[in-house]
């Protein structure tokens, strides 16, 4: 067979097995998802560290302290995502989710529904909020009246911290006036002495679960 009729004859096939990967655009749904999904399965099976990873880095000591608080009388039996909304022009996303759970203590099974607010930022989503709306209170989440979250930021919070939304001149400004005042002072150090030591937030206390 002649090379230029064993190409007409191949092309189309070629073509077709590259037509889902294009479908797919940007992925960003997928990856809403996929972000979703493994935050929830890794409550589920106890894998805190893990479910630390899709939070705002400062966030992240007090989350593990906050479950590690919780992690002998709790027990997540499973979960259910019902609902993703997606914005991509300004990639903000919010999932819900529904946890069936119960404690070591009492063994009766409840079911909390959870609302989780999530940001695109340097191609990943990251967890911003986090609050019940509906079901049994659960000492993990924080509640719909809570103004501020224990230790998670908040979309307005996030998105300014990290220049999301701004014009690209507006946020090169912002992020050169950040590096300027990060760089070390020409002063002398203190002694060690007077330099006071850094500690974690405090985790939001722990009620019991019920």
């Excluded at 106890?46 to 002998?72: K, M, N, T, V």
Aim: charged letters at 25%; one cysteine or more.
């Amino acid at each position: 067979m002649a090379a230029p009729a064993l190409v007409a004859r191949f092309l189309p096939l070629a073509l077709l097995a590259l037509a889902p990967a294009c479908a797919t655009g940007d992925g960003m749904q997928n990856k809403l998802y996929d972000a979703t999904s493994a935050y929830n399965r890794s409550l589920r099976w106890g894998d805190i560290d893990r479910a630390a990873g899709w939070l705002p880095a400062p966030s992240q000591p007090s989350f593990l302290a906050h479950y590690d608080e919780l992690s002998d009388e709790l027990v997540i039996v499973d979960y259910e995502l019902t609902r993703l909304d997606l914005d991509k022009e300004s990639g903000i996303a919010t999932s819900r989710a529904e946890i069936t759970w119960h404690t070591d203590r009492r063994l009766i099974l409840e079911t909390t529904a959870v609302d989780q607010l999530w940001q695109w930022h340097e191609g990943r989503f990251v967890l911003v909020d986090e609050r019940r709306s509906g079901g049994t209170p659960l000492a993990i989440f924080a509640e719909p009246g809570e103004d501020l979250h224990p230790y998670l930021p908040g979309l307005a919070a996030y998105r300014e911290t990290n220049h999301i939304g701004e014009d690209d001149k507006t946020g090169r400004r912002k992020r050169r006036r950040g590096r300027r005042s990060a760089e070390p002072s020409q002063a002398p150090m203190a002694p060690a002495s007077s330099t006071a030591s850094m500690a974690l937030d405090p985790p939001m206390p722990a009620s019991a679960a019920r």
